[in-house]
């Protein structure tokens, strides 16, 4: 990619509104975030994750729009949600910022982002989402030790579905 691509994209993105882009070849891996940072990740070819199925136009929901999705209700006696609140008191749940499938590594044969028990930190990526074959970094909201991981490598997660229990230091 020219320097001349690089800033014909970077413009369309303030033009347009856009806050992210990635952008992938067989070469090469582009992520820009607009009032973050610019990612060149190289990518062999031979790493190829499963396609899922087309997704709902719910799928284009922006990222930011699971900070302004109000609290969801609380749970009824014997659910999910009740486990999840006893488990670890005072954590925060990382939720789905969009709809996809869910990826604890970057890649098959790479280790996961993180683990139970792992200390992670605020931005440090916690696993990817797939979405409309576009791979999203999916980032910690706080410091703090992974209590739980909710959901199972390579299943599809909804918008809103906590991810992460993560306990604050």
Partial sequence: MTPKELKQILQALVEHGVNELTLETPDYKLTVRRGGEVQVVAVPQAVAAPVPAPQPPAALAPAL???????????PEGTKGV???EECAG????????VGTFYRAPAPDAPPYV???DRVEKGQVLCIIEAMKL???I?????G????????NGEPVE??????LIQPL
């Fill in 115 to 117: 683990e139970e028990g």
């Fill in 145 to 152: 030790i992974v209590k739980k991981i909710l959901v199972k």
């Fill in 83 to 85: 486990d999840k609140a």
């Fill in 65 to 75: 729009a699971a900070e302004a999705a109000p609290p969801p209700s609380p749970a």
């Fill in 91 to 98: 954590c925060v749940e990382i939720k789905a910022p969009i």
């Fill in 139 to 143: 980032e910690s909201e706080v410091s």
């Fill in 135 to 137: 791979m999203n970094e």
């Fill in 159 to 164: 918008y809103g579905q906590p991810l992460f």
